[in-house]
Nanobody
Framework: QVELVESGGGLVQAGGSLRLSCAAS????????MSWYRQAPGKQRELVAS???????NYADSVKGRFTISRAHAENTVYLQMNSLKPEDTAVYYC?????????????WGQGTQVTVSS
């Protein structure tokens, strides 16, 4: 049973920083891709950042230059360093891990962690 456990959310003032962590357990397979998504009230879930096995990264335009995604491969852990936070970054942030076993690929999700940025 694959489980993703997130931590690091909280309340911060605009301009501040937070660091989110997500650890995947219950699998011996390294995730192909690990990502962070977010969902604000009344909005659809959106991709924030993703990182592949070769540490290739992808960011939403709204967070480029402010957020940095990284991963510790041996620990199956992904991080999201969020700087210069804005009120519009307020959302529940979800960790995602995509794991392929033989020919089957499956997405796993964390429970979400709240990030609130006050103005």
């Amino acid at each position: 049973q694959v489980e993703l456990v997130e931590s690091g959310g909280g309340l911060v003032q605009a301009g501040g920083s937070l660091r989110l962590s997500c650890a995947a357990s219950g699998t011996i397979f390294r995730p192909d891709n690990m990502s962070w998504y977010r969902q604000a009230p009344g909005k659809q879930r959106e991709l924030v950042a993703s990182i592949g096995t070769g540490d290739n990264t992808n960011y939403a335009d709204s967070v480029k230059g402010r957020f940095t995604i990284s991963r510790a491969h041996a620990e199956n852990t992904v991080y999201l360093q969020m700087n210069s936070l804005k009120p519009e970054d307020t959302a529940v942030y979800y960790c995602n891990a995509r794991i392929t076993v033989l020919i089957r690929t499956k997405d796993y999700w964390g429970q979400g962690t709240q990030v609130t940025v006050s103005s």
